[in-house]
């Protein structure tokens, strides 16, 4: 990779091991990224903890809600997707976003993305900002909130004046002049909502990135779009890696 090409290990180092896991985030760090994302959700007794989903099927293979169960029911069930890897990772557990903020501390190069993700939104509503942004003080200079949500990072943005990305929903001309009117530190677009012509790219104060990119082929597509921040589930591979797959 070049020094342009800055990679996002997108939910840690899921292509090996669970995603969001904070064993997964250790080996991206350690792998010499400058971004990480992980996603959000809140627990009935206002945790904040990182994971995709609102519910822990995937990772632990029980029928958990997130939001209708306290952490103290589940941050004991190991957490390893046992449907991907088995047993292997059976020490791992649902990381909060405080041990995950711990985490960061030593890392003080690196910035972080955290998805607010709608679900803990459409329950709690902005309470769910509250949370986060005092689960991150420790780490707030290193920390940029994302989120489909608008509101939420108008919201965030109002009350807190932190630095915000807004996730497109969809690529139109109405999520342009939202976005105008936001004017955020980020923008995400999905590699199939965005243009193939570097001419479309709307302009703005922001920077651009593109998730989820897992091929350094791929990433040659975005770059050359003007798009050098690239979100990938296989990191420390792609930092290593010229034209070949992961």
Known sequence: MTDEVFLVAHRGQPD????????????ALQSGVVYIETDVNVTADSVVVLSHDKDLKKLTG?????????????????AGLPEKFS?????????????????????PGVT????????????YGNKVVDLVIDALQAINDQSILI??????LVYAREKYSVPVGWVLPKWSSKNQIKAKELSPEYLFVD??????????????SWKWVV???NTAKEIKKYTDLGINIIETNCVSKLQSVNDNEC
């Not at 090996?16 to 080996?27: A, K, Q, R």
């Not at 972080?112 to 329950?123: A, V």
């Not at 989120?147 to 939420?152: F, Q, T």
């Not at 590699?191 to 703005?204: A, E, M, S, V």
């Open 16 to 27: 090996s091991f669970p995603e969001n896991s904070l064993e997964g985030f250790t080996h």
């Open 87 to 107: 047993n292997r990772f059976n020490h791992c557990r649902i990381a909060t976003l405080n041990q995950f903020s711990n985490l960061l501390q030593n890392w």
């Open 112 to 123: 972080c993305f955290i998805e607010i993700k709608q679900d803990s939104l459409f329950h």
């Open 191 to 204: 590699k199939f909502h965005c243009p193939n012509d570097k001419k479309t790219l709307w302009r703005g």
């Open 62 to 78: 029980k029928n958990i809600n997130i939001m209708k169960n306290n952490y103290a029911e589940f941050k004991d069930i190991p």
């Open 147 to 152: 989120s489909y949500d608008y509101d939420a």
């Open 211 to 213: 998730y989820t990119i």
